[in-house]
């Protein structure tokens, strides 16, 4: 059974930092996509970045230079360090993993069950 737990979130002043971890099992996630989305309220999920088996990523725009996902195969963990947080990164984040390295939803076929961030302004 395919499981991720994520980790990290919670309270932060505009301009600070957090680093969101995510851990994995039941597969072997070395050869799989993971990737990190993140919905806030009213609002449809969105892709936030991603990263294959041999460390491409991927971010969304309004994150790059700010945001960096990393992973750790031996540990079978994936990271997202967020600096430079500005309060329209509120959301709940959520971790995932999926055959392809693509930003649709759709392609991703286990989800994490979410660790909120907000940041204040």
């Known amino acids: 059974q395919v499981q991720l737990v994520e980790s990290g979130g919670g309270l932060v002043q505009a301009g600070g930092s957090l680093r969101l971890s995510c851990a994995a099992s039941?597969?072997?996630?070395?050869?799989?996509?993971m990737g990190w989305f993140r919905q806030a309220p009213g609002k449809d999920r969105e892709f936030v970045a991603a990263?294959?088996?041999?460390?491409?990523?991927a971010y969304v725009d309004s994150v790059k230079g700010r945001f960096t996902i990393s992973r750790d195969s031996a540990k079978n963990t994936v990271y997202l360090q967020m600096n430079s947080l500005k309060p329209e990164d509120t959301a709940v984040y959520y971790c995932?993993?999926?055959?392809?390295?693509?930003?649709?939803?759709?392609?991703?076929?286990?989800w994490g069950q979410g660790t909120q961030v907000t940041v204040s302004s």
């Open positions: 990263i294959t088996w041999n460390r491409v990523t």
């Open positions: 995932t993993t999926g055959p392809k390295f693509v930003s649709s939803s759709n392609e991703y076929d286990y």
């Open positions: 039941g597969r072997t996630f070395s050869r799989y996509v």
